[in-house]
């Protein structure tokens, strides 16, 4: 199992990226993903997840209206899309996925949002 996320960077307060986690070594479309994010000094937290065939989908309480998550079961690959982003939207952004008890995270990509 690989998820190699990208598509982080450095911007400034209201802007958007656009996060990618491109995954392989399993059967993409028959497992819920999960973006989740870490700020320093802080727990990592779920910030958006989306079932199989990206029907169902549900965010954190501090990301709703601003984040979307997507997914192409055909590039075998998750989207983070963030817009209106926020000082407090610094972090290291991982996605993750998992089964039988097993999870498997990326290595993170790191949005920072700063004047």
């Known amino acids: 199992v690989q998820l190699v996320e990208s598509g982080g960077g450095l911007v400034q307060p209201g802007g958007s990226l656009r996060l990618s986690c491109a995954a392989s070594?399993?059967?993409?479309?028959?497992?819920?993903m999960n973006w989740y994010r870490q700020a320093p000094g802080k727990e990592r937290e779920l910030v958006a997840g989306?079932?199989?065939?990206?029907?169902?989908?549900n965010y954190a309480d501090s990301v709703k209206g601003r984040f979307t998550i997507s997914r192409d079961n055909v590039k075998n690959t998750v989207y983070l899309q963030m817009n209106g982003l926020k000082p407090e939207d610094t972090a290291v952004y991982y996605c993750?996925?998992?089964?039988?008890?097993?999870?498997?995270w990326g290595q993170g990509t790191q949005v920072t949002v700063s004047s």
């Open positions: 070594g399993f059967t993409f479309s028959r497992y819920v």
């Open positions: 993750k996925t998992g089964w039988s008890g097993n999870d498997y």
């Open positions: 989306i079932g199989r065939a990206g029907g169902s989908t």
